[in-house]
């Protein structure tokens, strides 16, 4: 399988250990994908624009890797194990559910949005498995060697999870019906990241005017949890933006203050670069 992702590396200028990752923003599906769910409820999962916006951190050293196809045929945000029972034709011992599961969020969806499930009937073993080996675990592989080398090379990494939420949450989310920030920081309250790196990331935004909120109500998904560790110096943390920010929720589309946003993010993408920058001299600085 190709083309299930896009690794941008920056061009002209040196890399650093920074590494952006965007397991959402993919809208493809396989040609013989058949579900239940329209294109519009589809969508609803999509993190519409979010590999566009953080695009910026190409230009201060940072990579960014970014998904092709969709989390409602496979979440790449979501353990390789993370699968429903109750969604398959017959018993396997390949399922370990999670909380995500059970909310009907795992690594394949049972429900596009409350009560609109996504498939008529149970799905084959044969299926999910295919679905790992062809898209999950190309993913999660470019981003471990990515993380790998650059940790060889500098001793220390800074991965950044990137991600968008609706507005409000909805019944499948732990904040149904509440308004959300403009921003959420996810570390899993403290243990994946770097303390400081957060606290400047979170600093960059607020000098920017966006209300910041830290891991309420997103501490941070598998990606986060299995690829940051601090004692190690592998920091991980995640971002979630508010799509009413950039984009008209209803018709998928940017929104009139698109560009400036974008031109925001790469602002933050500076203090993160200028960051690392200051903190590669050694693990006692971080």
């Known amino acids: 399988m190709t083309n299930v992702y896009t690794l941008a590396e920056p061009d002209c200028i040196e890399a650093l250990p920074l590494v952006l990752d965007s397991p959402h923003s993919g809208s493809l599906f396989p040609?013989?994908?058949?579900?239940?769910?329209?294109?519009?409820?589809?969508?609803?999962?999509?993190?519409?624009?979010?590999?566009?916006?953080?695009?910026?951190?190409?230009?201060?050293?940072?990579?960014?890797?970014?998904?092709?196809?969709?989390?409602?045929?496979?979440?790449?945000?979501?353990?390789?194990?993370?699968?429903?029972?109750?969604?398959?034709?017959?018993?396997?011992?390949?399922?370990?559910?999670?909380?995500?599961?059970?909310?009907?969020?795992?690594?394949?969806?049972?429900?596009?949005?409350?009560?609109?499930?996504?498939?008529?009937?149970?799905?084959?073993?044969?299926?999910?498995?295919?679905?790992?080996?062809?898209?999950?675990?190309?993913?999660?592989?470019?981003?471990?060697?990515?993380?790998?080398?650059?940790?060889?090379?500098?001793?220390?990494?800074?991965?950044?999870?990137?991600?968008?939420?609706?507005?409000?949450?909805?019944?499948?989310n732990i904040d149904s019906g509440a308004a959300r920030p403009d921003v959420v920081l996810g570390d899993n309250d403290g243990l994946c990241s770097d303390p400081g790196f957060v606290q400047i990331v979170e600093d960059a935004f607020v000098s920017l005017g966006y209300k910041v909120v830290r891991n309420q109500p997103y501490k941070g998904g598998y990606l986060v949890t299995h690829?940051?560790?601090?004692?190690?110096?592998?920091?991980?943390?995640?971002?979630?933006?508010?799509?009413?920010?950039?984009?008209?929720?209803?018709?998928?589309?940017?929104n009139r203050k698109f560009d400036d946003f974008r031109r925001d993010l790469g602002r933050v993408a500076g203090a993160m670069a200028d960051y690392i920058v200051d903190n590669l001299g050694g693990q006692d600085n971080v």
């Open 31 to 172: 040609d013989d994908f058949r579900c239940l769910a329209s294109e519009a409820q589809l969508k609803s999962g999509w993190d519409a624009y979010v590999d566009d916006l953080w695009a910026p951190v190409l230009a201060v050293g940072g990579s960014l890797l970014s998904a092709h196809y969709s989390r409602m045929y496979i979440d790449l945000n979501r353990a390789p194990d993370d699968v429903d029972p109750a969604m398959l034709k017959r018993p396997w011992a390949g399922c370990n559910p999670s909380k995500y599961s059970e909310r009907g969020m795992g690594l394949i969806r049972r429900y596009a949005l409350p009560d609109v499930p996504m498939y008529d009937a149970p799905l084959n073993i044969e299926d999910i498995v295919r679905r790992i080996e062809q898209f999950h675990r190309p993913y999660h592989q470019a981003l471990q060697t990515k993380l790998d080398t650059l940790q060889q090379q500098f001793s220390a990494v800074w991965h950044v999870d990137c991600h968008s939420m609706k507005s409000t949450g909805n019944r499948m």
């Open 227 to 254: 690829y940051g560790n601090p004692a190690k110096r592998r920091f991980s943390m995640q971002i979630e933006l508010n799509r009413a920010l950039y984009m008209d929720e209803q018709a998928f589309v940017p």
